[in-house]
C-alpha cells in the first residue's frame, strides 16, 4: 500500500477515488465494449413469474423443482435505444424495454443529471452471505429445486452475485453454537471443519462458483473464538480474547482459510470480527468484545503477520463490521497507527441503525473516505431485523413488523434507498445477509429470527422471491465489480414552466438515484421511486439525443444507456465534493469546511431520501 502514498493527494483531488482491486491507487476509466452484444428487442418480461400474495402489499415469485422465473440478459444499449428495466409493487419484475432515444425532452418531465467525468469509487460488487441456516435450508429442497434457487443468485442468468460472506464456524443463524476447537483440551492440530461446512456450505459455494461468469469474491468472517479463549469462558455474551490467546485465535483463522482453500474454495478477504465494538453484554449470540487498541496490537503483531507467514498477504483485510454509528470509535485508533495500517486494506460496515440519520448521518462514510483513501468501504451485512423496525417510530407502517413479510414492497425500498445512499458516499459494494431462510425467518439457535430475500417452505419444495431480491438485482446485475460510481441527481427542467412533480423538494422525496459507469462503458442508472405519483426523466445522452422514461409509483428502474468513451481530465464538468441534498459544491474547500462545521440535519421523515 506505501506505493500509493505520494499519489493520494492527487487522487482525492482529481477524483476522490481509490480502486478496492487489490491496492491499485487509480480510478479505472478505460472500459471496453462488449464483444457480442445481446440484442434489442421490444418487450420483455421474465418467463412465468408465478405470482402469489400473502397478503401484504405486493406479491412474491414461485419457484419448484420445474420452474423458475430467471431475468436472463438484457440488451445492450446503443447509440439509438438505451434499455430500461422495471420492477413495481403492483407487480412487475424486470420488465424490460429498448426504447428508441428521442429528439427534446419531454415537456413536464424532470432532468436526470449524471456527472460522468467525476469517477468515484470502484466497485467490488454485491451478493450475500452463506450462514449454515441459508445452507441447510437449500439442502431441504429437492436437486433441481436447489439448483433454481443457487442459478437464481449466481447464474449468469440470475442476479449475477459476485461477492459471498461466509461466517468462520457458528452464528445465531446455526442450529447449535460452535466453532472448530470447542474442547479445551484441543490444540489447532485438532482443528477441523464442521458437518455444517462439509455438507452445507462448501458444496454450494462450489456449485456457485462454477455458475458464476464473473470473478466470484468470497469473505470470511469470525463470530466467536473457542469458549476457552475468552474471558467469560463462553461463545456469546461477548467476553474478549485472553492476551495469552491472540497468536493461537490468529492461527485458527489462518487455519480455516487454509482448510477452505484445500476444499476448493479461495477466500479472497477477512474481516477482523463481526460487530467487536458493539456492547454485547446483553446478546445471547456468537460474539466478541473488542477494544480499539486490542484489535490494532492484535492485528500488527499477530494476524497481519500470520497471514504473511502463510503465504495469504494478498487477501484483503477489512476491519470494522460493525454499524456505521461506530466507525469513528475505532477509526483513528485503528487505521491512524501505521503499523497495523499496514495490514488493512477496507473498513466493512453494517446497516443496522442508518436509519437513524439523526445522530448517524452518510457524511461518516465520507469522512472514512476523506481521512483514509487508500481503505476502501463495504457494506457487509444487512437484513430487516423487526425489532430495530418497533424501535424507530413509523417504519412499522413501511415494512410491517413481521419477522416475514412475504411479498413486502416497503422492505424491497429500504433494501434499495440504503445501497442507493452508500453508493453515493464511497461505498463499493453491499453484502446481503442470509441468502434465503425457512418461512419463519430461521433457522435461529438463538430465537433472533430475520427476514431474507428468497424464504423456503421445504415441505411444498418450492422457494418464494421477495421484492427484497428483485430489488437487490436491479444493482448486481448491472453493477458488477469493476463498474465505477459517477455522481448523480434529479433537478427541476429549467426549460418548462411545471414539473410533474411540481415543487423540486417533492421530487427530492420521491426520486432517489445513483449511477455507474460499466466495464462495458455504457451508464447505468438506478432510479427509485417512493411516491405514488408517476413521474416523467429525461437525461441527455453524449449523442445528443434524450432519455424519457416515465417511472411508475413505487418502482425500482436500472437504466442502460450507451455513452462516448472519454478521457477523464481535471478540468471536468462537475466537482465530486458534495454538501446539499441532491447538488455538487464547486470547490474542495467548501466541502472541507461543510466536513467540520455542518450540524447534522434532522430527518423528519423515515421515508426522506436517504440518497442524500
Known sequence: ???????????????????????????????????????????QQPAGCWARSFGHDSVVCVCNATHCDLPGPSPDPTPDHYTVITSTRSGLRFHTT???????????????????????????????????????????????????????????????????????????????????????????????????????????????????????RVLASPWSPPAWMKTNDKLTNGGQLLPDM???????????????????????????????????????????????????????????????????QHLQVLVGDDTRKNIH?????????????E?????????????????????????MHLLYPDKFILYTEACIVSVIWESQPGLDEVVSTATVALGSWGRAELYAINIIQISNHH????????????????????????????????????????????????FSKYVPGGSVAVPSWIESDPTTTTTTA?????????????????????LVVVILNTGEDEHVVNYMTDFGKFVSVKVSPRSIQTLLVAREEREHTPNHKYSIFWSGPNYPKQSQGDWVADLHTDPVPSVPSVMKSMAE
Open 246 to 312: 491472540w497468536h493461537q485465535w490468529a492461527l485458527y483463522l489462518v487455519r480455516f482459510l487454509q482448510e477452505y482453500e484445500a476444499a476448493g474454495v479461495n477466500v479472497w478477504g477477512i474481516t477482523t470480527q463481526n460487530h467487536p465494538f458493539s456492547e454485547h453484554e446483553e446478546i445471547n449470540w456468537n460474539s466478541c468484545s473488542w477494544t480499539p487498541e486490542n484489535m490494532r496490537d492484535w492485528l500488527k503483531s499477530h494476524l497481519g503477520p500470520a497471514l504473511k507467514e502463510a503465504g495469504l
Open 1 to 43: 500500500m506505501t506505493r500509493c502514498a505520494g499519489i493520494l493527494l492527487l487522487g482525492l483531488l482529481l477524483s476522490g477515488s481509490i480502486s478496492a482491486q487489490g491496492g491499485d491507487c487509480c480510478v479505472k476509466t478505460k472500459c471496453s465494449p462488449r464483444a457480442n452484444p445481446t440484442p434489442t428487442y421490444d418487450t
Open 329 to 341: 470509535v475505532f477509526r483513528d485508533i485503528v487505521l491512524g497507527d501505521e503499523e497495523a495500517s
Open 502 to 522: 411540481g415543487d423540486t423538494t417533492i421530487i427530492e422525496k420521491d426520486i432517489h438515484t445513483t449511477a455507474f459507469i460499466h466495464p462495458y462503458c455504457h
Open 343 to 367: 495490514y488493512i486494506d477496507g473498513v466493512a460496515v453494517h446497516w443496522y441503525h442508518d436509519f437513524a440519520t439523526d445522530d448517524n448521518p452518510p457524511r461518516v462514510l465520507d469522512r
Open 98 to 216: 429498448t426504447p428508441h432515444l428521442v429528439d427534446s425532452p419531454t415537456p413536464g418531465g424532470v432532468l436526470l443529471k449524471v456527472a460522468t467525468l467525476s469517477p468515484q469509487q470502484t466497485m467490488i460488487g454485491f451478493g450475500s452471505s452463506f450462514t449454515d441456516a441459508a445452507t441447510i435450508t437449500t439442502h431441504n429442497l429437492s436437486p433441481a429445486t436447489q439448483d433454481h434457487l443457487i442459478r437464481s443468485y449466481f447464474g449468469p442468468e440470475g442476479l449475477e452475485y459476485d461477492l459471498v460472506r461466509v461466517p468462520i464456524a457458528g452464528t445465531d443463524f446455526s442450529t447449535r453454537p460452535y466453532t472448530y476447537l470447542d474442547d479445551h483440551h484441543q490444540n489447532l492440530d485438532d482443528f477441523t471443519l464442521s458437518t455444517e461446512d462439509i455438507e452445507h456450505k462448501l458444496p454450494l459455494l462450489r456449485r456457485a462458483l462454477e455458475l458464476s461468469e464473473r470473478p466470484l
Open 427 to 474: 461505498v463499493t459494494g453491499w453484502i446481503d445477509w442470509n441468502f434465503a431462510l425457512d418461512t419463519e425467518g430461521g433457522p435461529n439457535w438463538a430465537e433472533g429470527q430475520v427476514d431474507a430475500p428468497i424464504i423456503i417452505d421445504a415441505e411444498k419444495d418450492e422457494f418464494y422471491k421477495q421484492p427484497m431480491y428483485f430489488a437487490m438485482g436491479h
